[in-house]
């Protein structure tokens, strides 16, 4: 599976996420400032599932109708930068959660899907 940093996620947690074999790409490696349309776009094309912590994305998909492979909206606060990673590699690769073709909301004490 191929995934889609976000601007906001920092650079720090893909790098860690890429050492941990993850196929990741960030934003603003390529495409720095561009909107939350054209980031859905990009991962539309490239069948990448976005990671942000932008809630936006919620009224993209289930209002504007976009068809990502899957987002996972981060609602976590005052963390480290690595904590993101941990997170994402403990819920995808260790707990075995299925993200493809659903918007998944992670907080601190909750997890919750929504089909695309």
Request: hydrophobic fraction near 35%.
């Amino acid at each position: 599976m191929k995934f889609l940093a976000n601007e906001n996620i920092p650079f720090s947690t893909v790098k860690t996420l890429k050492g941990q074999g993850w196929e990741i790409e960030h934003v603003g490696e390529k495409n720095m400032g561009i909107r939350d349309e054209e980031v859905i776009e990009y991962s539309i094309q490239n069948n990448q599932v976005i990671i942000t912590f932008d809630s936006d994305y919620g009224e993209l998909v289930f209002t504007k109708g976009y068809k990502p492979q899957g987002v996972i909206y981060l609602r976590i606060k005052n963390f480290t930068p690595e904590y993101p990673a941990f997170l994402l590699h403990k819920l995808i690769v260790e707990d075995e959660l299925e993200v493809k073709g659903k918007f998944t909301v992670v907080s601190e004490n909750l997890i919750r899907q929504r089909d695309i």
